[in-house]
């Protein structure tokens, strides 16, 4: 019977993938799934997790319900199933009433073989109603962590899951993460309420990546060098939307090809680029954390951390989306003093405590309205910062929280998005004293940095041209207003405007509990990053011990490996650096970067070596973080 079952998997596996095989852990779990069992999967990122539930959806009769806990993720999913051709689609808050009707319409229609949907949906009672009225094959809960305090992304609604077994006593769960120890695991079971079940972990190891840390106090000029080295596809993954953009445009001007990616832009937007990037179009995409869940592409050579992970179990994910080819990877951090200054004061010293919570919350049902369910279409946050008198990231960190607890739906507003601007007449010579010279610098640099805008509307934000032209955003508006009635520039202004719903049927479920663990568990995550910056062992044994699995000897590839084990220094690396030594003057302070990223920075442990021997024969002399020619 089970080879009869992984038959048919993989003939369908073929008929909508165009593969004949599967992983010899997809199968195991496939079959599990197919022969009727709660599942719970464990399987790191690139392992091939979606297909251990979608190919089981399509095998059984009804639908498949996917609770998903990130709407682009939830687009993304069902973008890729809909260009195979498989009946799939996503119901969520960020839809039009008439689209979510159009997928209602499907599902009543039996058309669908898989439903993805946020845990919010699924305690819907107009939805419950609806689920009443179709055949479910399964549940699978993908990035399951999220019910856990423990995970790096805990959802409270996530815990009210299993109430879909008031509806369907017998319903089969598969749960489903990529980072996951014995504590998360132990609430997947508990919240999900699976008792007997069929547990499949595979190992953590990567062997084909290389974990690197780098310290510079010149991030950039790193962040070049690497990408000097490093050929093929990439991730660069930043903390702020605006992060993205500015580095994104450094590596523009710098000859590289890349784009940003955050929540910011519209999904058609977010479709685009990662179409584009899946197809090779560009090589390096500059994202925050938005991007990547669900993304299968087998030949990105590395991923850099421009700044600094939240936990080790977003670290991992992320550095795993490199290398599903197998084939050697690089993942790397690149961090100063400053970075770890900034990640607890944002995440540690920012998060409020309980009294600041519920200060937030009453301050925000008084500044909207008295109603049962509010809804606010233009949220200014700065403005509501200061009625609400605890500082700004505070305060969105408190938002932040109460939409972890279901309170606040925060959004971009589909309504309101980017300003659009088009050049549509340069200006000749001759007509130049007809307009200002901040007028003509304005023009040049929209013509110098944003391709095709003569061709066609580019999105733009007249904060980004207010940074870079140090002008202030009214000279901008002003600007911009004048080339338009000049017909010079087509120009739209539009504002990014936040969406905000508060749910006041909810405010009590604020746990003070719950919140002093949050708070404890950043805490935690902050130290364990802080000590994988400042290793002195092998880096995937760190890794993998975290994750509650041994790794009995060192991986033998990790910059500290790399560090103890490669001590054979060639003729070419003693000649590079002995060149490198007869261009510095006499008395000139040098930067350690200077010295050892000579070729690459693989070697640079090599001409470490030579930098603590020239300082052992008393040719270099240490000056703080620099060092000094003698002689």
């Known amino acids: 019977?089970?080879?009869?079952?992984?038959?048919?998997?993989?003939?369908?596996?073929?008929?909508?993938?165009?593969?004949?095989?599967?992983?010899?852990?997809?199968?195991?779990?496939?079959?599990?799934?197919?022969?009727?069992?709660?599942?719970?999967?464990?399987?790191?990122?690139?392992?091939?997790?979606?297909?251990?539930?979608?190919?089981?959806?399509?095998?059984?009769?009804?639908?498949?319900?996917?609770?998903?806990?990130?709407?682009?993720?939830?687009?993304?999913?069902?973008?890729?199933?809909?260009?195979?051709?498989?009946?799939?689609?996503?119901?969520?808050?960020?839809?039009?009433?008439?689209?979510?009707?159009?997928?209602?319409?499907?599902?009543?229609?039996?058309?669908?073989?898989?439903?993805?949907?946020?845990?919010?949906?699924?305690?819907?009672?107009?939805?419950?109603?609806?689920?009443?009225?179709?055949?479910?094959?399964?549940?699978?809960?993908?990035?399951?962590?999220?019910?856990?305090?423990?995970?790096?992304?805990?959802?409270?609604?996530?815990?009210?899951?299993?109430?879909?077994?008031?509806?369907?006593?017998?319903?089969?769960?598969?749960?489903?993460?990529?980072?996951?120890?014995?504590?998360?695991?132990?609430?997947?079971?508990?919240?999900?309420?699976?008792?007997?079940?069929?547990?499949?972990?595979?190992?953590?190891?990567?062997?084909?990546?290389?974990?690197?840390?780098?310290?510079?106090?010149?991030?950039?000029?790193?962040?070049?060098?690497?990408?000097?080295?490093?050929?093929?596809?990439?991730?660069?993954?930043?903390?702020?939307?605006l992060g993205t953009e500015k580095i994104s445009e450094k590596l523009n001007n710098a000859g590289y090809i890349s784009r940003f990616y955050h929540a910011g832009l519209s999904s058609k937007e977010r479709q685009q680029i990662q179409t584009d990037w899946l197809r090779d179009e560009f090589d390096i995409i500059v994202s925050t954390t938005a991007f990547g869940m669900g993304i299968d592409k087998p030949n990105v050579r590395f991923v850099i951390h421009f700044d600094l992970p939240t936990s080790m179990e977003e670290y991992y994910q992320e550095a795993g989306r490199a290398g599903r080819d197998k084939l050697q990877s690089h993942a790397v951090i690149i961090y100063n003093e400053r970075d770890i200054v900034s990640m607890k004061s944002r995440d540690l010293d920012n998060f409020p405590t309980y009294a600041e919570l519920k200060q937030t919350l009453l301050n925000l049902i008084k500044y909207i309205d008295k109603n049962m369910e509010i809804s606010l279409d233009f949220f200014d946050i700065d403005d509501f910062t200061s009625v609400n008198n605890i500082g700004k990231l505070k305060t969105y960190n408190a938002i932040i929280e109460l939409e972890r607890y279901g309170i606040v739906d925060l959004n971009i507003n589909p309504k309101e998005r980017e300003s659009t601007i088009k050049v549509i007449k340069i200006i000749d010579s001759n007509l130049k004293n007809e307009f200002s010279d901040k007028e003509i610098e304005v023009l040049d640099f929209l013509i110098l940095n944003y391709n095709n805008i003569t061709i066609s509307n580019i999105r733009f934000t007249e904060k980004s041209l207010s940074d870079h032209l140090n002008l202030s955003d009214d000279e901008i508006f002003s600007i911009l207003n004048s080339l338009k009635n000049k017909k010079i520039i087509e120009y739209e202004r539009r504002n990014i405007a936040l969406q905000l719903i508060v749910n006041k049927s909810k405010v009590n479920s604020i746990s003070k509990n719950e919140l002093e663990f949050r708070r404890k568990r950043i805490e935690n995550n902050i130290n364990v990053v802080s000590n994988y910056l400042d290793l002195s062992e092998c880096r995937q044994k760190y890794i993998l011990k975290y994750f509650d699995e041994n790794l009995q000897n060192n991986c033998y590839s990790c910059d500290i490996c790399n560090g103890v084990y490669e001590r054979n220094i060639s003729k070419d690396i003693k000649s590079n650096f002995e060149r490198k030594y007869n261009q510095i003057e006499i008395g000139e302070l040098i930067e350690l970067e200077e010295l050892i990223y000579l070729d690459s920075y693989i070697n640079r442990f090599k001409y470490l070596s030579m930098l603590k021997k020239y300082i052992t024969e008393g040719k270099f002399e240490v000056f703080g973080d620099k060092f000094k020619k003698n002689y």
């Open 1 to 241: 019977m089970s080879k009869i079952l992984i038959s048919n998997a993989v003939g369908i596996l073929n008929q909508y993938w165009g593969f004949d095989t599967f992983y010899s852990e997809q199968e195991k779990i496939i079959l599990s799934i197919l022969e009727g069992n709660n599942t719970i999967c464990l399987m790191p990122t690139g392992g091939g997790k979606s297909l251990c539930f979608q190919v089981p959806a399509l095998y059984f009769d009804g639908v498949c319900i996917v609770v998903s806990p990130l709407l682009a993720l939830i687009d993304d999913q069902v973008f890729r199933l809909k260009s195979h051709s498989i009946p799939a689609e996503g119901l969520h808050s960020g839809m039009s009433q008439k689209e979510q009707n159009k997928v209602i319409s499907r599902i009543l229609d039996k058309e669908l073989k898989l439903l993805y949907i946020s845990p919010e949906r699924l305690q819907s009672d107009k939805f419950r109603d609806i689920l009443k009225n179709i055949e479910i094959s399964f549940v699978a809960v993908d990035e399951s962590h999220c019910i856990s305090q423990w995970g790096y992304d805990f959802r409270p609604e996530y815990r009210m899951i299993h109430n879909i077994k008031n509806i369907f006593p017998d319903i089969q769960m598969a749960a489903f993460t990529a980072s996951a120890n014995k504590q998360v695991l132990n609430d997947i079971r508990e919240y999900l309420d699976i008792g007997s079940h069929n547990l499949f972990r595979s190992s953590f190891l990567k062997s084909n990546i290389i974990f690197s840390i780098i310290k510079s106090g010149n991030k950039m000029k790193i962040l070049l060098k690497l990408l000097d080295e490093f050929s093929g596809s990439g991730i660069i993954y930043m903390r702020s939307r």
